[in-house]
């Protein structure tokens, strides 16, 4: 197990400076999703999950994950090497959540569209504009759910 490069008051500092909402993607989509004319509620705190973007007249919800915290299946997530324990407690935990809010949502007629951050960064990202086309197009149709992800 290879050591950390900072010291633990750093990488403290450092995990403890990330933050869970307004993030660089979130910011990023809701841009353009305001450019695109969708009008829109920020973290509705009555909706299970309290996702990121809420459109009621479209009834959609919409969650911009990171890929490491949840646990997404892509290029960007590896497990870490330390506490290992811990991290797997913390991101299954984080999944398990996604999940029940997702089916709440979905129980109260609420559609749900994820959108992953390897779509908008790393080696399978389809950039900006094609992920607000992709989500204008899933808001305007009839499908529940879509998950928009990196190649």
Request: net charge positive; hydrophobic share 40%.
């Amino acid at each position: 197990m290879p050591a950390d490069v900072v010291d633990t008051a750093t990488r403290s500092r450092m995990m403890a400076g990330i933050r869970g909402k307004n993030t660089k993607p979130e910011l990023v989509i809701r841009k353009g999703l305001h450019a695109a004319g969708f009008r829109y509620r920020l973290h509705d705190r009555k909706l299970p999950g309290r996702p990121d973007i809420v459109l009621p007249r479209y009834q959609a919800a919409v969650f911009i994950h990171g890929c490491f915290w949840h646990g997404h299946d892509c290029s960007l997530f590896k497990w870490p090497q330390s506490r290992q324990e811990f991290w797997e407690v913390k991101i299954l935990g984080n999944r398990a959540r996604d999940e029940t809010a997702i089916e709440k949502l979905d129980a109260a007629g609420w559609r749900v569209l994820v959108i992953w951050e390897c779509a908008l960064k790393g080696p399978g990202r389809i950039g900006t504009e094609n992920i607000i086309k992709m989500a204008g197009d899933w808001l305007r149709s009839e499908e529940r759910r879509r998950d928009i992800r990196g190649n």
